[in-house]
Structure formats: structure tokens, C-alpha cells
């Protein structure tokens, strides 16, 4: 179920989140997820993306950058090694949030196409 809000906020950020007018639920629940390690990187380039206006092809098509992909197959294989300390396991959490986050967006898209098809 979805509830609708409405925030007044300055012209200065009002400024900025034009570009990410389709996106606020998505950029807010990044930002709720209280980021506190290096996934925060992933959780930004997220919201690059997303102020970009992208479609919705290309928001089915988007896949975090190369370093991070590559940061979260270390950590796994860490993890399935029974090697990670506290700080990898809090930042595995987190991307682990980021990227339920993002397969949400992409089911929301796959959703708007069947809509429009």
C-alpha cells in the first residue's frame, strides 16, 4: 500500500530534486537505510543514476559499477569462507539493502512496462 505525502521544501533543493522527480521513494529509502560504510558509495551511485531520468529500459538494464560488483563478490566469498570481521559483515548488510532496494525499482519497472504495453 502506498501513501501519499506531501513536503514543502526550499526552491534551492526543490532545484535539486527535479531531476529525481519520479524517483523520491527510492532516493529516501536509500537514504533511511543509515549507511555507515563504504556501501554508501553504492547507495550514491544509485542516485546518480536515478537523477539522470533514466528510462525504464535503462533502469532494468543498470548494474552498480564494476568496483562495487566486484567489492560484493569479495565480500561473499569472505563471507562463505567464514571470514568476515564485524565491519565487512555491517557493510555486506548494507549492500545487501542497497540491492534489494534496486530489484525493487526494477520490478516497479517491469510493472510501468506491462502498464504501458
Known amino acids: 500500500m502506498m501513501v501519499q505525502m506531501t513536503v514543502q521544501v526550499s526552491e534551492k533543493l526543490a532545484h535539486r530534486l527535479r531531476p529525481i522527480a519520479s524517483w523520491p521513494p527510492t532516493v529516501l529509502e536509500l537514504s533511511l537505510v543509515g549507511l555507515k560504510t563504504v556501501a554508501a558509495a553504492t547507495a550514491s551511485e544509485v542516485v546518480r543514476f536515478l537523477e539522470g531520468g533514466p528510462t525504464t529500459q535503462e533502469i532494468l538494464d543498470y548494474h552498480a ?3 562495487s560488483q566486484q567489492r ?5 566469498a569472505l563471507s562463505a569462507a567464514g571470514l ?10 548494507e549492500r545487501e ?3 534489494h532496494i534496486v530489484v525493487m525499482l526494477k520490478a516497479e519497472a517491469v510493472q510501468h512496462l506491462k502498464q504501458t504495453a
Open 65 to 67: 559499477s564494476e568496483e
Open 72 to 76: 560484493l563478490q569479495r565480500l561473499l
Open 84 to 93: 568476515l570481521g564485524e565491519a565487512e559483515r555491517q557493510e555486506l548488510d
Open 97 to 99: 539493502e542497497i540491492e
